[in-house]
C-alpha cells in the first residue's frame, strides 16, 4: 500500500513536466455544452440525467486532483464533503429553507470548516497515515449520518423541491438544472488552473515534489497543505449541493467510503496532475458504470481488471495514453 | 569585528546509542567562511541539519544574529536568512531551473498567500533568480527541467537556490562533492568571489577546496571539535594530521 500510494502521488506532471493538451479543455466543455442539444434532438432524455451525474462528480473530482496531483495529498474522505453539502440543503430544506442563494454558501461554508477543523490533524500526518485519517474522518461524518434519526438516519430524507435560485423555481426543469451544475464544473476547473498556476499554486506544487527543500528556502509546508485541503473540501461541499439537488434526495450513502474510493478511482483513471483527467475520469467510470450494470449484476468484475490494465498499462491514466498515442502517430 | 553571525553553544545529538554531536562549540564571525573538516560519519551534515532546523538538538543552543532560534523550525530561520546546500542535492526536479530559483525569491517578496495570476510571469520574481542563476553560471540552463541538469549542474543550483534567499549566513554541505574537477575549480572561483561579502559555513572533503577558501577550520572527529583555528596552525597540529589530514593529504 506504501508504494501503491507513492507511486500514486508521484504519477502526474503537477509541474513543467508533461505539455499539456490546450485543446483538450475546451473539447471537454463544448461537448458538454452541446450534450443536451443532442440528447433533444435524438430524443434521448435520459442523457442529461447521466450528464448531470457525470458533471457533480467531476466538481469533487477535479478539488481531489487538486490535492491528489498538484499537494500529493491521496485524500480518502472527499465523500465527506459530498456528504456534508448534500446535508446542508437537505436540513436546511427541512426546515424551510429552500434557497440557493442560503443553502450553496451554507454547503460550501460547512464543508470548509470540516476541513479546517479535521485538516489540521490530517495534515500532520504523511503518506500512508494521511490516507487512513482521512478515511477515518470521513467515517465518522458518515456515522453520525445515519444517526441522525429525526432526518431519516440510515434511510435518508427526501427533499421537497429543488431549490429556488432568488426565489425562481427554474433548477426544476433539468436541462436549467444541467446548466447551472455545468456552470459550477467551469467555474471549479477555471478557479483550480488558476490556482495552480498561482503563488500559492507553485508552493503548493512545489511541496509534493519536495518538502523538505521548501521548508529550507522558508515555506511553511503545511500551511498550504492545508489551504489546499479546504478549498478541496469547499468544492466537494458545492458537489454535494448539486447531487441533493439533483436527485432530491440524501442518504449517508453518499459519503460512505467507497464514494471517495471512487473518486480516487475516477482522477486515476483519468490521468492525476492535470484536472482535465478527473473530468475524463468520472465519465469514463460512470458511463461504464451504467453500460455494464446494464449487461451484468456484478458489473465491477468486467470494470475491475479494466482499471488494473489502465493503472499498469496507461501510466498518466487515459489522458496520458491519448498523448502517447498522438505522439507515436505525428 | 563586532557580535558572531552564527554562535553554538554545547550542541549535542544521538541517535539512539550513536553520539553524533558531542559537546560542539562554534563562532562565525561576520564575512568570515569557517570550514568544518572530519572524517565520514564526523557528525558534520548532522550539525547542518541542526543549525538549519531539519534536526532537534538534544541539547545546547543555537544563536543567529542575536537571537536563540534553537526552537525556530527551519522556515522560520530561513526566512531570518540562514540558507544551506544539501550534501545530496535537494531541487525541485519538475520545476524548471528558473522556477526552483524563482521559488527562493518568492519565498521573501511579499505573500505567497496569492491564489490568482501567475508566478511564473511575475517580474518581481524573475530577474533576481535569473541572476543568482548567472552568479552561480548555469543561466543558460534556466528553462531546462532541473531534472534534466548534469550532476555538477544541480550542485551549482543548489547554490544559486542559497544565493537567492540573500542570506545572511550561508551553509554549505560538500558543495564540490562527487563532481570533476574542472567543475570544482569553477566552484571554488566563485566561492572565491562570494567570500568576504558573505558569511560561510563550509562542509568540505576536498582540501584544495578548504584550504583555498576558509579563513578560519574547525576539525570535527567522532561529533567532538578536535580544534578550531587558522588553517595553517590547524594543517600543523599533529593531532589533527593523526586523526584526519594525515589521510587526506596524501
Ligand atoms: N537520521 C539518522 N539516524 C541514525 N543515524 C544517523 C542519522 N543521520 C546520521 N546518522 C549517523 O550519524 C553519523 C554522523 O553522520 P553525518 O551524516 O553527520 O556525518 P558526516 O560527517 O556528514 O559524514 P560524511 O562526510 O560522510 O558526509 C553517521 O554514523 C551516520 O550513520
Ligand atoms: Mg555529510
Not at chain 1, 132 to 140: E, K, P
Not at chain 2, 82 to 87: D, G, H, P, V
Not at chain 2, 217 to 238: E, F, H, Y
Amino acid at each position: 500500500m506504501m508504494t501503491g500510494a507513492a507511486a500514486i502521488a508521484a504519477g502526474g506532471a503537477g509541474s513543467a513536466r508533461q505539455p499539456r493538451n490546450a485543446a483538450l479543455p475546451a473539447v471537454i466543455f463544448a461537448i458538454f455544452a452541446l450534450m443536451p442539444a443532442f440528447a433533444a434532438l435524438t430524443a434521448q432524455h435520459y442523457l442529461v440525467d447521466t450528464g448531470t451525474r457525470i458533471i457533480v462528480y467531476a466538481v469533487a473530482a477535479v478539488a481531489l486532483d487538486l490535492l491528489v496531483g498538484y499537494g500529493g495529498l491521496i485524500s480518502f474522505g472527499q465523500a465527506a464533503f459530498i456528504g456534508l453539502g448534500a446535508y446542508a440543503v437537505g436540513i436546511l430544506s427541512a426546515a424551510g429553507i429552500g434557497d440557493a442563494l442560503v443553502s450553496l454558501p451554507v454547503a460550501i461554508a460547512v464543508s470548509m470548516a470540516f476541513a479546517w477543523i479535521t485538516g489540521v490533524v490530517c495534515i500532520r500526518t504523511k503518506g500512508v497515515y494521511f490516507i487512513m485519517i482521512t478515511l477515518a474522518f470521513g467515517q465518522m461524518v458518515y456515522f453520525l449520518a445515519t444517526s441522525l434519526a429525526p432526518y431519516g438516519g440510515d434511510n435518508g430524507l427526501t427533499i421537497d423541491a429543488r431549490n429556488t435560485i432568488a426565489g425562481w423555481p427554474v433548477l426544476k426543469n433539468d436541462t436549467a438544472f444541467y446548466y447551472f451544475a455545468f456552470l459550477c464544473l467551469l467555474a471549479t476547473y477555471l478557479l483550480c488552473r488558476a490556482l495552480i498556476a498561482s503563488r500559492f499554486g507553485r508552493v503548493l506544487r512545489g511541496t509534493k515534489e519536495n518538502a523538505t527543500r521548501m521548508a529550507a528556502i522558508g515555506f511553511t509546508v503545511q500551511r498550504f497543505q492545508l489551504i489546499a485541503y479546504v478549498i478541496a473540501g469547499g468544492i466537494g461541499g458545492v458537489s454535494g449541493f448539486l447531487l441533493a439537488n439533483s436527485t432530491e434526495f440524501v442518504a449517508p450513502a453518499y459519503m460512505a467510503w467507497q464514494q471517495s474510493g471512487e473518486l480516487i478511482v475516477m482522477v486515476i483513471l483519468g490521468g492525476v496532475g492535470t484536472l482535465d483527467g478527473a473530468i475524463v475520469g468520472s465519465a469514463v467510470y460512470l458511463l461504464a458504470e451504467e453500460w455494464l450494470s446494464g449487461l451484468t449484476e456484478n458489473w465491477q468484475v468486467i470494470f475491475g481488471p479494466f482499471l488494473v490494465l489502465v493503472v499498469l498499462f496507461a501510466r498518466g491514466g487515459l489522458i496520458g495514453f491519448c498523448a502517447r498515442l498522438r505522439l507515436r502517430h505525428g | 569585528m563586532g557580535e558572531p553571525v552564527l554562535r553554538i553553544k554545547g550542541l549535542c545529538k544521538s541517535f539512539g546509542s550513536l553520539l553524533v554531536n558531542d559537546d560542539v562549540t562554534l563562532d562565525v564571525m561576520p564575512g568570515e567562511m569557517l570550514a568544518v573538516i572530519g572524517p565520514n560519519g564526523a557528525g558534520k551534515t548532522t550539525l547542518i541539519n541542526q543549525i538549519s532546523g531539519l534536526l532537534p538538538p538534544d541539547a545546547g543552543t543555537i544563536m543567529f544574529d542575536g537571537a536563540d532560534v534553537t526552537a525556530l523550525p527551519p522556515q522560520a530561520r530561513a526566512l531570518r536568512g540562514l540558507a544551506r546546500s544539501f550534501q545530496i542535492t535537494s531541487i525541485l526536479p519538475g520545476f524548471s531551473v528558473l522556477e526552483n530559483v524563482a521559488l527562493a525569491v518568492q519565498a521573501r517578496s511579499g505573500s505567497s498567500l496569492r491564489f490568482f495570476g501567475r508566478a511564473d510571469r511575475e517580474a518581481r520574481l524573475n530577474p533576481p533568480a535569473l541572476a543568482a542563476l548567472e552568479q552561480a553560471g548555469i543561466a543558460d540552463r534556466a528553462h531546462l527541467p532541473a531534472g534534466e541538469l548534469s550532476h555538477g549542474e544541480k550542485r551549482a543550483l543548489e547554490l544559486a537556490i542559497a544565493l537567492a534567499m540573500q542570506p545572511a549566513l550561508l551553509l554549505l554541505d560538500e558543495p564540490m562533492a562527487g563532481i570533476g574537477r574542472e567543475e570544482t575549480e569553477r566552484q571554488i572561483e566563485l566561492l572565491l568571489r562570494l567570500k568576504g561579502k558573505l558569511t560561510m559555513v563550509l562542509v568540505e572533503h576536498d582540501m584544495s577546496a578548504v584550504f583555498a577558501l576558509a579563513d578560519r577550520i574547525s576539525v570535527l572527529i567522532r561529533g567532538r571539535v578536535l580544534r578550531t583555528g587558522l588553517p595553517a596552525d590547524v594543517r600543523a597540529d599533529p593531532q589533527v594530521v593523526t586523526a584526519y589530514l594525515g589521510e587526506q593529504m596524501e
